[in-house]
């Protein structure tokens, strides 16, 4: 069976600013049909410049971008009719009607009319109720919701979100979420840049992480999640201690402020994980147990410590 290519195709991709700021660092990425991709970043780790390259809002100083197979800078016009993007920001005409606009949206892309089509996103978004209400009577979140019925008004194949959730409340965030999963389920490859860990941790096929303008890694989110994460015993004593005993310092131990409990670092992956022969010295230590639990990491914690490893 032969493999298909990529669906984007960014190559040494750099962005590079008259003051010498470099926004983008030589970016390698492949982005797969059908599969969503979250990309995570601190502020101003390049990822809005990312997705602006690839949308040709920005020109890049070195590398290349395809889409579909289109180069965005020599046939950006062919590239472009592949992607949907919806911003940030929520830039909207305020007195025009939500069909209206979507409609506009699909006629910049000289596409034909087809309100069947714009119905069945109007609908899915659950918006069609509101499909002649005008903008300034709709909630923030029907308004993000407006934002992505244009974006795929003209049926693109790659939709890039710009952190859609950004400032919204926690119900309309799974709301969100729950749309963005059909959205997945039509086969719309999906690039999602975010703040809040668990939206990567909850949707995401694969992950990638920038900093400073570099993709620090893209992995299967599920991959990274088992190479990356570490278990953590919390051991609460009966009794608290001032320091770690000699005959603990084998282990990887973290005594809390409070000296009632002990935490344990181990790697699942390990033929012997270390508790057996940790549980053991402890009772030789005359050290006595409340309690026990165990914690996994969480894709938050990776991602943290991949930025604090990058900045050091």
């Known amino acids: 069976m032969t ?51 690839v949308c040709s809002l920005t020109i890049p100083t070195g590398g290349t971008v395809t889409v579909g197979g289109h180069d965005v800078v020599r046939d950006y016009r062919a590239a472009r009719d592949l ?17 209206n606009t979507v409609r506009f949206s699909r006629g910049l892309f000289g596409k034909r009319r087809d309100d069947a089509y714009l119905e069945r996103i ?22 993000r919701r407006v934002l992505i019925a244009k974006a795929l008004s003209h049926e693109p194949r790659v939709l890039f979100l710009d952190e ?17 999963r059909m959205l997945k389920a039509d086969g719309v490859t999906i690039i999602l840049t975010t703040h809040y860990i668990e939206e990567a941790e909850a949707m995401a096929d694969r ?18 999640m088992e190479r990356m994460g570490q278990k953590h015993l919390t051991i609460e004593l009966h009794e608290p201690i001032q320091t770690i005993p000699d005959s603990l310092s084998d282990f990887d131990l973290t005594l809390l402020e409070d000296g009632r409990a002990l935490v344990f670092a181990y790697d699942t992956r390990q033929e012997r994980t270390g508790i057996t022969k940790l549980l053991t010295e ?3 230590a005359g050290i006595v147990l409340r309690d026990l639990q165990t914690t996994q ?13 990058d900045a050091a």
């Open 83 to 99: 992607i949907g993007l919806v911003p940030q920001e929520i830039n909207l005409e305020p007195f025009e009607k939500v069909m």
């Open 164 to 180: 859609p959730t950004a400032g919204v409340d926690v119900e309309l965030r799974k709301e969100m979420w729950d749309t963005v």
């Open 207 to 224: 992950v990638g992480v920038i900093n400073k303008g570099e993709m620090l890694l893209v992995e299967a989110k599920s991959r990274l």
């Open 282 to 284: 402890l009772q030789a």
């Open 3 to 53: 493999q298909m290519a990529p669906i984007v195709r960014i190559k040494g991709l750099e962005k590079a600013y008259d003051t010498g700021f470099q926004a983008l660092k030589g970016v390698d990425l492949d982005i797969e049909e059908g599969e969503l991709l979250a990309l995570l970043g601190p502020n101003g780790a390049g990822k809005t410049t990312l997705i602006s390259a």
């Open 297 to 309: 990491s969480s894709l938050e914690d990776i991602f943290v410590g991949l930025v604090q490893e």
């Open 122 to 143: 109007l609908r899915q978004l659950s918006l069609w109720d509101k499909r002649d209400a005008k903008i300034m009577e709709l909630s923030g979140g029907m308004k």
